[in-house]
């Protein structure tokens, strides 16, 4: 139901955009995100999106330097990532959930991001 894909190889400093296609659901009645789980390390959120009334939601490591967003008419999310660093490297989900709901109850199988020094 969700296929995440965009990932590549990326110098420090680089960009890449991550897209996340939905089927079987329709994008914007749910609530929509992004995660990420590097090596040795626990799966941590990114970033969120709520598109009525237009809510987005950053983790605080960011600082900035990703954005989300959607293309509804497409049932498609995307993960703009720029000013990557090394610590960016790690396999990115994307993952939706109900309104009501606490926990994100279906996921794609994610997409590697590797940021070389």
């Known amino acids: 139901q969700l296929q995440g894909c965009g990932g590549g190889l990326v110098q420090a400093g680089g960009s890449l955009r991550l897209s996340c296609a939905v089927s079987?659901?329709?994008?914007?009645?749910?609530?929509m995100g992004w995660f990420r789980q590097a090596p040795g390390k626990e799966r941590e959120f990114v970033a969120s999106?709520?598109?009525?009334?237009?809510?987005?939601y950053y983790a605080d490591f960011l600082e900035g330097r990703f954005t989300i967003s959607g293309d509804k008419p497409k049932n498609i999310m995307y993960l703009q990532m720029s000013s990557l660093k090394p610590e960016d490297t790690a396999v990115y989900y994307c993952?939706?959930?109900?309104?009501?709901?606490?926990?994100?109850?279906?996921w794609g199988r994610g997409t590697q991001v590797t940021v070389s020094s």
């Open positions: 993952a939706g959930r109900d309104f009501s709901a606490s926990n994100y109850s279906f």
């Open positions: 079987g659901r329709t994008l914007a009645n749910y609530f």
């Open positions: 999106i709520r598109w009525s009334p237009g809510s987005t």
